[in-house]
Structures are given as structure tokens and as C-alpha cells.
């Protein structure tokens, strides 16, 4: 069996370790002969990259390893890049999520101002990824997951239209997980979903075991009642467990069909903001529990020299990449769910934007699947979220104030033009590091 050169682009990021041990695990299926980190944060990447040589010695020494902040280095020779960057870190992730809470507005990594914010961010991160790609390995497919997806993959759209890039999400993924366990499954392979929207802003509208059994029925009678929280015990941190419990008021709002936890932020923006404390969100959870974990973990290990010296989880169902990526080497054709080019898979739907729908994955990339015509109010509310992600993006290529303006505005999450400005005021102190300047 042929085997690949990876480069994961991020390799500082909390996440690595798992994928690296879930790679490992996959090695009958997407057997590996080099694995490589690249990071523009040296010492962060370090403390992660001596913790995975040591495993990678251990357990598979017949793969090379290396790592490094050299883009030629790290990019020249490889058959896949699976970049997870966080341009500005936890510290800025914390500001996106805080600015907005100062204006009564959601604060969240991925929606609303924060997400806008975190947006202008990473556009030029990840165009720099690609064209470092395809300067250096021209073949190679970029597996994206770097957020926020929606805005970095309709930037990819615009500015990059050829690249060989795939961008996926792990929410419908761990959303679907429960879904098995509530409809009683092993596991979500043995189900086959329709799910249309964009990218965490998105509605089931089938789910089948594989014999074509109809599973909404029992699934939905569970989310009325309790969410996407399943019966036995889950291993959610609370406030993960809170998006999941809500899931069964945004579900109220449409129950023909079944929703992406996400929504939450556009559909119950006062509940969110009533339940955000702001002196204390997300990031620092994040950075006082994930953050904290593994960067100890891994600074035992590299101490003691072996790996059982620390605790690193694999990240099992991070195994969607290499869904993907065995789908591009194998040509598969593995029914995934990607965000991707409308063209007329949603006819009643923009065809220049960029929706989360299932396609058929092979080594030529996705062939999307029709989904057809959809609902006055998804429509509607996707309308309106795909005008913020595109005004972003036209924003940062012209460094627009007005346009970053107007993105705000129309995020269903924000109030009114005025509160918009003061938030886009201090995100612009905040990110003067990152943005280009405005005009
Ligand atoms: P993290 O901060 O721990 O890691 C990100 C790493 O990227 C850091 O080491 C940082 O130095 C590096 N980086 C930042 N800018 C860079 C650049 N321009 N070039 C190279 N490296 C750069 O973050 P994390 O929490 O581990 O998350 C990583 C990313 O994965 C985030 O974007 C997160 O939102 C994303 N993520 C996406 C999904 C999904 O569903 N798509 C799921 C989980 C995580
Ligand atoms: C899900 C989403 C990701 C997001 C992550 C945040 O996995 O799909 O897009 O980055 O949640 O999780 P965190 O633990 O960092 O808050
Ligand atoms: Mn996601």
C-alpha cells in the first residue's frame, strides 16, 4: 500500500497530540512515511513536537518525524496538509469572546462580532498555508479545519478558487455521535443523514440506519424532551453540556427538521448573552483545563523521556480526517459532509455561496449531492449569515471599514447599527496586530 507525507500546520495547537495517536491508530488504513509539524510559533510548537517524537519513537519508528517554523521545509514533499491554525491564539480568542459581552452582544468563537473578528484574523493565515502548498507541493490537498470555516472557506473560494482545499467541521460529527447513541447505534456510520446550511448553521432533514429505517422520529422525541444531552452519562464539560441541552428549544423552532447545536447563538442571542459571564468565557476554560492538560502532559513526557510519563487522549473521532483523506487517496467515494460551492445544490439558494452539505468524496475531490429546494425561514436566516461571511471577506480585501461595518450589522446576533460600531471599534484596538488597517 502506498504511504503518505502529512504536515500538520498548527502543531502547537491542543489538538495535535490526539490527532497524531489517532493517525497511529489509522496506520491500516492511511499507512503514514512522514509526518511533519510547521507553526509560526516555535517555542509553543516545541512542546508539543518532543512530546510526539518521543511517542511516534515508541510506537511507529518507522515513520520520519520533524518540525519546524521553515514554510519549505515543512511544506516541500507532502501529499496532504491538515491545518488547524488559531492566528492569534487563545489571548485574542478571549478578546473575541469578551468585546462583545462589554455591548450586551454574544460573545463566541465562531458567531456574531467574535467570530467575525477571529475571521479577519485567519484569512491571511490560511491563504499563506495554501500558497505555501502549492508552491512547494503542488499536488497536495489542504484538509482544513481551521475556524472560523465558514469565512476562511468563502475566502478560499474568492481569492484561491483553484486550490486543492477542503474545508470540514467536527460539530455535525460529534452532533451525529449522539444521535447514534440516542437512536440506540454503535455508531454514526450506521446512519445516513441528509443536512443542508452552512457552516455551524445547518438542519438535518434525514436520518436513516443504513437499511433506510427512518430514525427522525425516535431522535426528535428525545431532542423535545432533553436535547442532544443522551440518556447515559456523556463526558461534556458543563458548558458544552448547556449547548446541548439548548438544542431542544432551537429544534422547537423548526421541528420538521433537526439542528445544528450552533444556531443557538443566532436563534437565542439573550439567553446566551444572560448566560455568558464576561470577566470569564470559553478561552479561559479552555486555556485553564485543554490548554493546561496537554502542555503539561507534554512537558512530562519530554522530562521523563517516555510517553506513559503523561496523559495524552486520542482524539477518536477527530477520525474524519482521515475519512477524508483516505477518500482523496483511495478515491472512496465516502459520503462526508463538506463545505462547498453551492452551484445549484440548494437551487433556491445563492450558488456562489458556500454551504455544509454531503458529497460523494474521490481523488478528484467532493461531487455535492442535490439537496433541493429549502424553507422560506432557512433560507432566509442563511441569507442573511452568508452576506455577513461574504461582506468579511470583501472587507479584508479592501480593507473596508464600512463593509466590516455593515458585516456586523446584519449578524443576526447583533442588535443595531450602533451597538455594531462600538464593537467593531474595539475589535479594531484589539487587532491591530492581525487586521489589515481600514479604510
Ligand atoms: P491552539 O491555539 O492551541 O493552536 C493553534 C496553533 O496555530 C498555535 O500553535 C499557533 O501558534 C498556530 N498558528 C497561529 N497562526 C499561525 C500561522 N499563521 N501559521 C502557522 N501556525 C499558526 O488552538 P486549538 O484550540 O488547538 O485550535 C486549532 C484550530 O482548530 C482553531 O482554528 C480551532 O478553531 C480549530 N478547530 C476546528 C474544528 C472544526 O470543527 N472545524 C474543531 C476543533 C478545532
Ligand atoms: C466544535 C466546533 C469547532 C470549534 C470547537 C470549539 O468542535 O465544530 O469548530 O472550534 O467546537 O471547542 P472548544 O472546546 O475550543 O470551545
Ligand atoms: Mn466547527
Not at 395 to 416: F, G, N
Amino acid at each position: 500500500m502506498k504511504k503518505f507525507s502529512v504536515v500538520i500546520a498548527g502543531g502547537g495547537s491542543t489538538f495535535t497530540p490526539g490527532i497524531v495517536l489517532m493517525l497511529l491508530e489509522n496506520q491500516h488504513r492511511f499507512p503514514l512515511k512522514e509526518i511533519k509539524f510547521y507553526d509560526n510559533d516555535g517555542a509553543r510548537q516545541e512542546i508539543i513536537a518532543e512530546a510526539c517524537k518521543i511517542l511516534l519513537k515508541e510506537k511507529a519508528p518507522e515513520i520520519a518525524f520533524s518540525y519546524g517554523t521553515d514554510p519549505k521545509a515543512a511544506f516541500s514533499d507532502v501529499d496532504f496538509v491538515m491545518a488547524h491554525i488559531r492566528v492569534g491564539k487563545y489571548p485574542m480568542r478571549e478578546l473575541d469572546e469578551k468585546i462583545p459581552l462589554r455591548h450586551g452582544v454574544v460573545g463566541q468563537e465562531t458567531c456574531g462580532p467574535g467570530g467575525i473578528a477571529y475571521g479577519m484574523r485567519s484569512i491571511g493565515g490560511v491563504l499563506e498555508l495554501v500558497d505555501y502548498m502549492e508552491q512547494y507541493s503542488p499536488n497536495a490537498w489542504m484538509l482544513n479545519y481551521s475556524n472560523p470555516a465558514a469565512i476562511v472557506a468563502e475566502a478560499t473560494r474568492r481569492l484561491r478558487p483553484n486550490a486543492k482545499i477542503l474545508n470540514i467541521c467536527d460539530m455535525p460529527i460529534g452532533i451525529e455521535g449522539r444521535m447514534a447513541q440516542i437512536a440506540g447505534l454503535k455508531s454514526r456510520k450506521e446512519m445516513r443523514v441528509r443536512y443542508y446550511g452552512l457552516n455551524h448553521f445547518g438542519w438535518w432533514t434525514r436520518i436513516e440506519d443504513l437499511e433506510g429505517n427512518d430514525l427522525m422520529p425516535k431522535i426528535k422525541e428525545h431532542v423535545a424532551r432533553h436535547g442532544y444531552v443522551p440518556n447515559s452519562a456523556s463526558h461534556a464539560e458543563a458548558s458544552w453540556n448547556d449547548t446541548f441541552a439548548k438544542a431542544k428549544d432551537v429544534w422547537a423552532l423548526d421541528p420538521d427538521t433537526l439542528p445544528n447545536t450552533y444556531l443557538k447563538y443566532y436563534l437565542y442571542p439573550d439567553y446566551v448573552v444572560a448566560h455568558s459571564n464576561p470577566e470569564h468565557t470559553r478561552a479561559n476554560e479552555v486555556m485553564e483545563h485543554r490548554e493546561k492538560q496537554v502542555f503539561t502532559a507534554c512537558t512530562e513526557i519530554v522530562k521523563a523521556g517516555n510517553s506513559a510519563a503523561g496523559e495524552l487522549e486520542i482524539d477518536e473521532h477527530a477520525s474524519y480526517i482521515v475519512d477524508l483523506a483516505t477518500a482523496i487517496a483511495f478515491n472512496t467515494q465516502e459520503r462526508m459532509l463538506l463545505i462547498v460551492p453551492n452551484r445549484g445544490a440548494i437551487p433556491n439558494f445563492d450558488p456562489e455561496a458556500m454551504v455544509e452539505i454531503p458529497c460523494l468524496v474521490g481523488s478528484s475531490g467532493p461531487e455535492p449531492l442535490q439537496v433541493g429546494s429549502i424553507p422560506l425561514f432557512q433560507q432566509g436566516l442563511m441569507g442573511q449569515q452568508v452576506a455577513v461571511e461574504k461582506l468579511v471577506v470583501e472587507a479584508w480585501t479592501e480593507h473596508s471599514y464600512q463593509k466590516l461595518w455593515q458585516a456586523i450589522t446584519l449578524s443576526k446576533t447583533v442588535p443595531s447599527a450602533s451597538v455594531a460600531k462600538s464593537i467593531l471599534d474595539d475589535l479594531i484596538e484589539a487587532n491591530k496586530a492581525y487586521w489589515p488597517e481600514l479604510k
